[in-house]
């Protein structure tokens, strides 16, 4: 097995292999690979051994260029604002950790989050830099992720999700469907859209598929149960917008001009709720539930 560099902080390291090029250091490949980044950032972090190989090893300003050698580093975000929101450890043993995460805290280092992040955190709390997301759930989403704890049984659990051996249940808030007869299935073909971070439903065949079905009918809003049979990007959002309910608080699905996806007295209504499954190593059936409230 490739041992994988340490983290810091628990921030795991990003990995780029070096393509053919003609630059004569490994900082002039980065500056070309990375222009938002400032020359003078790369050797600032090259300085303090954020830049590394694969042997751990401190890359320098003049480290020649080797097509194929993997630059390893630690992203750094200017000023990163806290989230004010804590997760919570379900459950932790030698080979799983489950956790339940807020609303507005991402799973893994993206964007302007890189330590505010439920990964991050996560290492820095149990001192466990082995640990791995086993599936991913939208920044805005809260509730259940999964964690491996150890690499040696890591791939018994990642092919249950692979297999889809695992069974995943949502509660959304959304308008009512009253003209929709439930339970009810959603199948579509969903792609990438415009801008890049929106999908869309479009002709062809189908590549989702979601179960739906109604927990409580209010006046304003209903509550659903959300089962999805697949794993596309923003799936559950897109599904529930096209049968005509977007979920309360959804900035994206449709847009909405007076809602900022960072406004944090409106979180998204949605949240993973429970996950089933068949444990690989013990062969006992584990449920998990979330502690979280939606709004009522």
Not at 2 to 16: F, I, Q
Not at 123 to 143: F, K, M, Q, S, Y
Not at 189 to 200: L, N, Q, S, T, Y
Request: hydrophobic share 40%; aromatic share 8%.
């Amino acid at each position: 097995m490739r041992k994988r560099p340490p983290t810091l902080d628990g921030l795991p390291a990003s990995t780029l292999q070096l393509p053919p090029g003609p630059w004569p250091t490994v900082l002039d490949g980065l500056c070309e690979r990375f222009p938002a980044v400032p020359r003078a950032t790369w050797r600032d972090r090259m300085a303090r051994g954020r830049v590394v190989d694969d042997d751990g090893a401190w890359l320098t300003p003049d480290t020649p260029y080797r097509v194929g050698l993997e630059v390893h580093y630690y992203r750094e975000v200017a000023d990163e604002a806290p989230i004010p929101f804590q997760e919570t450890v379900l459950f932790a043993d030698a080979d799983l950790l489950v956790a339940d995460k807020p609303h507005f805290l991402p799973v893994t280092p993206s964007g302007a989050h890189v330590h505010e992040t439920l990964l991050g955190r996560l290492i820095r709390r149990t001192g466990n830099p082995d640990l791995v997301p086993l599936h991913r759930i939208d920044r805005e989403t809260a509730g259940l992720v999964l964690f491996s704890t150890n690499p040696k049984t890591r791939a018994l659990y990642q092919a249950l999700f692979r297999e889809r051996r695992i069974q995943k249940t949502y509660e959304a808030i959304a308008p009512p469907l009253p003209d929709i007869e439930f339970p009810h299935t959603r199948t579509s073909r969903i792609v990438a859209g415009e801008p890049f971070f929106r999908m869309r439903e479009v002709e062809g065949p189908a590549n989702s598929e979601t179960r739906i079905d109604v927990i409580a009918r209010g006046d304003g809003a209903w509550r659903y149960a959300l089962m999805p049979v697949t794993g596309r990007k923003h799936q559950l959002r897109v599904h529930m917008a096209a049968l005509g309910a977007p979920m309360a608080n959804d900035v994206v699905y449709p847009s909405l001009a007076n809602h900022r996806v960072d406004d944090y007295s409106t979180p998204l209504q949605l949240l993973a709720r429970q996950i089933t499954f068949i444990d690989p190593l013990t062969g006992i059936e584990r449920t998990f539930s979330s502690s979280l409230l939606l709004l009522s």
